[in-house]
């Protein structure tokens, strides 16, 4: 959850900023004391009564995937995928999502922040940043229509203050919506119905959950407790949450903000990390000293170990959930999960980042290094439904070779 100290933001290959940043705390804190509430619903035994009858018809639990060689297809749709930034200015991938992208631009004019959208020829501006050297993007969502808000963080430590933006496509203008300068969740906004979801730190270790329009007007607080920032899955705004000794996952309705129920065997869930879905497949690391990647479907009996080998979950982290893609980055790599075939693969070269929302898939990483002069920034943006399946195990394509 928390943590303590200042921390320096770290800037592999490409990655400065955004790219790192997804589900990490910003600034210190006492360690969990127990939280006040524990969200329940009229809903749970309705919700219980349906994952029984799931179950019973229930697939078996599916055996650990097995690692495969990247398919030729995916590589030439990457290719084809390429996104070719404005002359003169480097981009760093930020958000992706169904037909749009945000990203961070810099060049000899300075830094903004940008929405790509498909079938547009450019790019438009959500904010030209202040300082062009300290703020750095770190987190974006675009409701496809309207209304994208994103978060800018203040300095080069993760405990710097960051500020939240709503951008508005009617007029082309951004407005602050919120400052944290207390430690707390780094901000991973969401934009859902016109309605801007967020987290930030409240002092005293806690945090809040929070509401506001993205028109304007007063924000609301959901839930207060010590927590991670939110994730949306589904009609579900989902948070980790300190209880007792320990964590679990917790949840609100993303309609009206009440406490929602989840799936029994989400519910289940102790002291995991990483937690994310996309509200039918749900995803997460487990385990300290041999970590392994869960993942749990609608319908399925139990979750199940998706990946336990070494090195593809060795500092697992940024999970991300579409379909029957999952995404994960580790501190030399990133890897897709093909939940259909039962076979991951490694799809970014070293140091890459890749991420996988709303029917989209998007892969950043760096030709050269990426601090040397001629180094060339590569961003990847393809539609993850049209991707084949990866090669079943046991086919020639598998491999057990790191």
């Known amino acids: 959850m928390g943590t303590s100290g200042r921390r320096r933001l770290l800037s592999p290959p490409l990655l400065t900023g955004a790219l790192l940043l997804a589900g990490c705390s910003s600034g210190g804190g006492p360690e969990p004391a127990p939280a006040r509430t524990s969200p329940t619903s009229a809903t749970s035994s309705a919700s219980s009564s349906a994952s029984a009858a799931a179950s019973a018809s229930a697939p078996a639990v599916r055996a650990a995937a097995c690692r495969v060689a990247l398919p030729a297809a995916w590589r030439s749709a990457f290719a084809a995928g390429a996104y070719r930034p404005p002359q003169g200015e480097h981009a ?14 810099t060049g000899a004019a300075g830094r903004r922040a940008v929405l790509v959208r498909r079938g547009e020829a450019a790019p438009r501006t959500l904010l030209r940043f202040a300082d062009p050297v300290e703020h ?4 974006a969502d675009f409701d496809g229509r309207r209304w994208a808000v994103f978060a800018v963080l203040e300095g080069r430590t993760l405990d710097s203050p960051w500020s939240l933006y709503v951008w508005d496509a009617a007029t082309g203008g951004s407005r602050r919506l919120a400052r944290a300068d207390r430690p707390g969740p780094l901000p991973r906004p969401f934009v859902r119905d016109g309605t801007v979801l967020w987290a930030q730190g409240t002092g005293s ?15 609301r607080a959901w839930h207060t407790g010590v927590l991670d920032g939110p994730f949306a899955a589904g009609g579900l ?14 949840a609100v309705s993303l309609r009206d903000g009440r406490p929602a129920a989840l799936p029994p065997p989400v519910a289940a869930l102790r002291d995991i990390r990483s937690a994310v879905s996309d509200g039918t497949t749900w995803a997460w690391v487990a385990g300290e000293t041999a970590p392994r990647l869960m993942v749990w479907r609608a319908g399925e009996a139990r979750p199940s170990a998706a990946v336990t080998a070494s090195p593809a979950v060795d500092g697992m982290d940024q999970l991300r959930v579409s379909g029957r893609l999952v995404t994960w980055r580790t501190p030399e790599t990133s890897y897709g999960l093909d939940l259909d075939a039962g076979a991951y693969a490694e799809i970014t070269p070293a140091y890459g980042y890749a991420q996988a929302a709303g029917g989209a898939l998007a892969l950043a990483y760096s030709v050269g290094d990426a601090k040397a002069t001629g180094a060339r920034a ?3 943006v393809v539609d993850a439904d049209r991707l084949p399946g990866l090669p079943r195990c046991g086919g020639s394509a598998a491999t057990d070779a790191p």
């Open 237 to 250: 705004l989902v948070w980790r949450e300190a209880v007792g000794n320990g964590t679990r996952l917790a």
């Open 92 to 105: 760093v991938l930020t958000e992706t999502g169904p037909g749009w992208t945000v990203l961070q631009l």
């Open 205 to 219: 270790g806690k945090a809040a959950v929070l509401a506001a329009p993205a028109g304007g007007g007063t924000a």
């Open 378 to 380: 590569v961003i990847q």
């Open 136 to 139: 750095q993007l770190l987190a």
